[in-house]
């Protein structure tokens, strides 16, 4: 089981995949996202992504977690409680002895689209079209997620042939 996360302190989109070795395609477990709210503090916040990713990884026997990591900020501020949000998502995979990968936004549009620059909804459809899926995957966050645990997936299988 792959647990990928698009993090964020307001908002932390998370996925999991499995890969189905016998047909050699992935499938859609369950995705979600975990909301905090933003009249409490950013401690409690973070602690609140800890204890939920903790869960998720428990719940669902996660082998491996991808991430999405920042490739660059617009805004310093934001950038600071993604950084954040990040960090706590490592400890949490770290204190149950799971690996983490970051994937770049650029690597993941690479990765799905075989493109850097392709647009938002073109990755949407590819992890549509990876997962065999009829609907898009909502909340955005939560199909971001599950594109960075796609792109972990199609990476990691070229380690493992």
């Known amino acids: 089981m792959i647990l990928g996360i698009d993090p964020g302190l307001e908002n932390t989109g998370w996925g999991i ?11 859609l477990i369950d995705c979600g996202v975990i ?12 602690e609140k992504i800890f204890e939920e990713i903790q869960k998720i990884i428990i719940k669902y026997k996660v082998g491996e977690v991808a991430v ?17 949000a990040i960090g706590v998502i490592k400890v949490a995979a770290k204190n149950l002895k799971k690996p983490v990968f970051e994937y770049t936004p650029l690597q993941i549009k690479i990765a799905l689209v075989g493109y850097g620059r392709a647009e938002k ?11 065999n899926l009829e609907k898009p995957i909502s909340p955005g966050h939560a199909s971001d997620a599950v594109a960075a645990a796609l792109t972990h997936g199609f990476t990691s299988a070229f380690v493992r042939s």
Request: with cysteine; proline share 0%.
């Open 68 to 84: 999405e990591s920042m490739f660059f900020a617009k805004n310093a501020k934001s950038a600071l409680k993604v950084a954040e």
């Open 121 to 131: 909804e073109q990755v949407e459809l590819m992890v549509r079209d990876c997962l």
């Open 17 to 27: 995949i499995n890969l189905q070795s016998s047909i050699n395609s992935y499938q």
């Open 35 to 46: 909301l905090t709210d933003k009249k409490d503090k950013s401690e409690e916040r973070l």
